[in-house]
């Protein structure tokens, strides 16, 4: 049971460049999510999947987009990668909602740099 | 949407003392509260979480207090250790059908 595993683990880009951040989870959970970490500015949702076939906007979407390909796997595209997206990006995904264990569980996170 | 505001940013105790991190949110409506633990380089993992039909809840040395009244809530460490030296996160959310809104984070430091 590996959880939610997130590919890849760093990565360096180029202004410009696109590339595409892989999640998938094991644990049968609807809902799944992107979130970037930047230093002093908490966890910040981009997208996120509330069941599979839908994808919504979190609260900074802007230069991102998302694919929920089936129920255990949700990816994040970066078209044209700016600098402004050198961030810590993590995926998460939690069960159904009313279920008693609510809380997300978290991938490993992806370092991106983009120079 | 919801809002969390999270205080202090950073807090330093000795080892053994008690630490307490509080976070207010905006939003009545809102019923989960669960606080996340993210220690250097790793993910955040959920050390701890509570409803709104209570009023406090317990494991082993952390606890977490909720007033609904004032809109905050509040996780308290006793016998504080050097390994839980970590970024905490609090967040808020309308389970079922809203996402998670995190606080900012509090840098503990625990110093032997």
């Known amino acids: 049971n590996a959880g939610v595993t997130q590919t890849p683990k760093f990565q360096v880009l180029k202004t410009g460049q696109s590339m595409t951040l892989q999640c998938a989870q094991d644990m049968n959970h609807n809902s799944m999510y992107w979130y970037r970490q930047d230093p002093g500015m908490g966890l910040r949702l981009i997208y996120y999947s509330a069941s599979e076939g839908t994808t919504d906007k979190g609260e900074v979407p802007n230069g991102y987009n998302v694919s929920r390909l089936n129920k255990r796997e949700f990816s994040l595209r970066l078209e044209s990668a700016a600098p402004s997206q050198t961030s810590v990006y993590f995926c998460?995904?939690?069960?159904?909602?009313?279920?008693?264990?609510?809380?997300?569980?978290f991938g490993s996170g992806t370092r991106l740099t983009v120079v | 949407g919801e809002n969390v505001e999270q205080h202090p940013s950073t807090l330093s105790v000795q080892e053994g003392d008690s630490a307490v991190i509080k976070c207010t949110y905006s939003d009545s409506a809102s019923n989960y509260f669960p606080w996340y633990k993210q220690e250097l380089g790793k993910r955040p993992q959920l050390i701890i979480d509570i409803r709104s039909n209570v009023g406090e809840k317990k494991d082993q040395r952390i606890a977490v207090t909720l007033n609904k009244t004032a809109k905050h809530f509040s996780l308290h460490i006793t016998e504080t250790q050097p390994e839980d030296s970590a970024v905490y996160f609090c967040a808020a959310t309308l389970s079922g059908y809203s996402t998670l809104t995190f606080g900012k984070g509090t840098m503990l430091l625990v110093s032997p």
């Open positions: 998460a995904s939690s069960p159904l909602p009313g279920q008693s264990n609510y809380g997300y569980t």
